[in-house]
């Protein structure tokens, strides 16, 4: 479920003189792990486990406080 390394991807090149199944072997993993991630991290979000919070030092840029 990752991104194949290079010398994977040359070694099924050469082994298979097929590009077609070459990037068939680079994009499965690769989407495949794209597609989990989403999916597992969105369902975080969903349930609430996980904050998400994009800017969290943005308020105190935008409204400076004063202190006496």
């Not at 099924?12 to 003189?17: A, C, D, F, L």
């Not at 994009?27 to 979000?45: D, H, K, W, Y």
């Amino acid at each position: 479920m990752h991104w194949p390394c290079g010398t994977t991807c040359w070694t099924i090149k050469k082994e298979s003189q097929s590009l077609k199944w070459t990037l068939a072997a680079f994009l499965v993993p690769t989407v495949t792990g794209i597609i989990i991630c989403f999916i597992v991290a969105n369902t975080v979000r969903l349930l609430g486990l996980v904050e998400l919070d994009l800017y969290p030092n943005i308020k105190s840029i935008i409204i400076p406080t004063i202190s006496l």
